[in-house]
């Protein structure tokens, strides 16, 4: 069976569920990775709303649209922030509550919790679930960092300064990845510019903060890692037993004026200057069938969830576009030798 093609509706958090699904649909997807704002998914609902999980569930399959994850970025963002004013207008009132950092953190830490209880329920509710499902419940997100800031070690930063960042991850990150356990639910962070993980030494570093805790994996996605310089086909290779979820996103670099450079330069996406930016899929430097081969050669069966983001293009023509793009490249792996047919008997 092929891996389904899905969209992230995270971009698309403007237009209510009931009017983005049969969109979805009509631009081709198999399914959704619904994020937890706008009114896609509200975890708070899910527990506590009888009917709540039974017409979502009810309105994806509507428009013929499955779900294999939920993601919960805005929030697990603020779990280990330094909290200033741009974290408010991500988070709801009830997280945010006075703007007090540490209480913002902890709120966030309680929140992102409830989400692995939430996430359980929701997919135990999932139309025509075998007794074993045939992909782990996921929760996307974030994991957020208080060593972001300190990425260029000046003033001088030691060894012993950023270990204290990673503690600090570990400490409010164990009790959430402990409920995750407890509801059987994978959480995947999104290696990314501004998280705990932003490359492959930093991941590893990661993991080990946590005591390679089982729950803690990634959500693949090559585009946070191509214009880094960071190997994104090798990142599959090494975290394969840690693919929880793969994001299709494409990126370019090395396409500005020579004025800006890979820290942003403090201009908005899509500024001509810049010297990387998102793309559309195809339209952009990564390598996707390498991609696809490595996570084929890793065992992955998750969903390909388009992340659409383009700053220069018409999202439904871009992500009708995505959409026919991944399925090109969603090809099964070879089940036996190619030059098999050449043995004797």
Known sequence: MLRPV???????????????APLVKKMGYDGVELACWGDHFDIDRALAESDYITKKWAL??????????ISMHLVGQAVCDRIDERH???LSKDIWGNGDPEGVRQRAAEKMKVSAQAARKFFDAKPGRGAKEDFPAVVNGFTGSSIWHALYAFPPTNQDYLQKGFNDFAARWLPILDVFEQSNVNFALEVHPTEIAFDIASAKRAILSVKGHRRFGFNYDPSHLGYQGVDYVKFIREFSDRIYHAHMKDVWWGHGDGTVGVFGGHTDFTDSRRYWDFRSLGHGDIKFEDVIVALNDIGYQGPLSVEWEDGRM???HGATEACEFVRKLNFKPNQAAFDAAFARK
């Open 314 to 316: 018409d999202r439904v």
């Open 60 to 69: 994806l399959q509507q428009h013929g649209l499955s779900c294999n994850a």
């Open 6 to 20: 899905t969209l992230f509706t995270g971009q698309w958090a403007d237009l209510p569920l009931h009017e983005l």
């Open 88 to 90: 408010q207008a991500i």
